[in-house]
């Protein structure tokens, strides 16, 4: 697999109102090999955002480099809001994002848990279910690299945990390099691979951690809470990124 290298010297906004230049990042280097779930944590303002839209070529205004392994990179991207569309059911949002035939649409209903809401409208659903189909979406257009900007936030801890657990099975059957955002430490200690602490003003790479919990085990909160609590230990420095 082509591994993922990023390099941002700056990125810097213009206030219009006193016409100063605010720098959000400086000296950011991070990279993502193989099929990686790479989490990105740190406290809410401090420019995770900012970078995964220079990532999607959202944003071309930094300086830096930004290599993806290959040419023409087929970038997925589910934002805290669904953005589904409201006119089309679940099953036409997720095909719309490829052109994968029936059995693979099936594939990703039965993933996230849709099969039953194929024909309904994004309208007659729950927030939860809205953003599986997000995810249903984005994993069906095979992307080479999948940014995801805390889209669980706003759900209820029981629809979150659900979610996270169609999403990690979903990613271990259709693996890709992915790039999740959060603020959320113990979310983040379930999902990834491996944690990169975001510090801020501007923003930059603090620590980088392998998560070393199997996965299997993932599921038992004490193990969780236990590895979050040794983090605090072991780096006390991230608990001002919390």
Not at 8 to 31: C, G, M, R
Not at 34 to 55: A, P, Q, R
Not at 156 to 174: H, Y
Request: aromatic fraction near 8%.
């Amino acid at each position: 697999m082509n591994d993922i290298n990023v390099q941002i010297q700056d990125k810097s906004y213009l206030n219009s109102a006193d016409n100063t230049t605010k720098q959000v990042i400086k000296n950011l280097s991070l990279s993502l090999k193989g099929n990686e779930f790479v989490c990105l944590v740190g406290h809410s303002g401090c420019g995770k955002t900012s970078l995964l839209n220079i990532l999607a070529g959202l944003d071309l205004d930094f300086t830096g480099n930004v290599t993806l392994g290959i040419t023409l990179p087929k970038i997925g991207y589910i934002f805290q809001t669904p953005r589904l569309l409201p006119w089309r059911t679940v099953a036409e949002n997720i095909s719309l994002a490829t052109s994968c035939q029936p059995d693979s649409l099936d594939f990703f209903l039965e993933s996230m848990d849709l099969s039953h809401e194929k024909n309904h409208y994004p309208a007659q659903l729950s927030l939860g279910m809205n953003r599986r189909v997000a995810i249903a979406r984005a994993f069906a257009s095979n992307p080479d690299l999948l940014l995801m900007d805390e889209p669980f936030v706003s759900l209820d801890s029981p629809t979150a945990r659900k979610v996270r657990r169609l999403l990690i099975d979903l990613w271990a059957k259709r693996p890709h390099k992915v790039l999740f955002v959060t603020h959320d430490l113990r979310e983040a200690i379930t999902l990834a691979d491996r944690l990169i602490f975001l510090d801020s003003k501007p923003m930059t790479v603090l620590k980088e951690i392998a998560v070393t919990i199997p996965r299997a085990e993932r599921d038992n909160e004490l193990k969780i809470e236990q590895f979050k609590q040794q983090l605090f230990i072991d780096y006390p420095e991230i608990h001002t990124l919390l």
